[in-house]
């Protein structure tokens, strides 16, 4: 095979690569267009907390979507095991003169954790209170939007 044929191979080859690279990137199949709802939030991250001794540092960030709100949490601590923590039975949601529970929230373990908590609400609420109950060093945690 002489010069010119390896570089005409090489050259088609590379060309090939470049394609497949560039339609995978830029192709997505109709069925997953559009399936993953975005969560919306006009809701900034409020803090309570710290990571100092004996303390826990707890960031909560919004976002409704439809008849739902969840909250984006995030426990940091470096002296606190999180795993004694259930969070189903220490959040409260208040809004619009209605207390709620969680329908799901993470298990926490270890010093640093982070899942969704979800409220069903059967509405979409702008104002509202979380009450965190019985994480010390503050035992009672209020965020409020």
């Not at 830029?26 to 969560?39: H, N, V, Y």
């Not at 409260?92 to 969680?102: C, M």
Request: charged residues 15%; positive net charge.
């Amino acid at each position: 095979m002489n010069k010119k044929t390896q570089y005409i191979i090489l050259g088609v080859v590379t060309l090939l690569i470049i394609s497949t690279i560039s339609f995978s990137m830029l192709w997505k199949p109709k069925s997953l267009k559009g399936t993953a709802a975005q969560p919306t939030t006009n809701f900034e991250t409020k803090s309570t907390g710290s990571t100092g001794n004996e303390d826990v540092q707890i960031d909560l960030t919004p976002y409704e979507s439809g008849n739902q709100l969840t909250l984006k949490l995030t426990a940091n601590t470096h002296s606190v095991d999180l795993s004694q923590f259930n969070l189903k039975e220490m959040v409260t949601l208040e809004a619009e003169g209605e207390t709620y529970k969680p329908s799901s929230s993470p298990s926490l373990s270890g010093h640093h954790a982070s899942g969704n908590i979800v409220f069903n609400t059967n509405t979409n609420i702008k104002r509202f209170k979380i009450t965190i109950q019985g994480i010390q060093k503050t035992n009672q945690r209020v965020f409020t939007w």
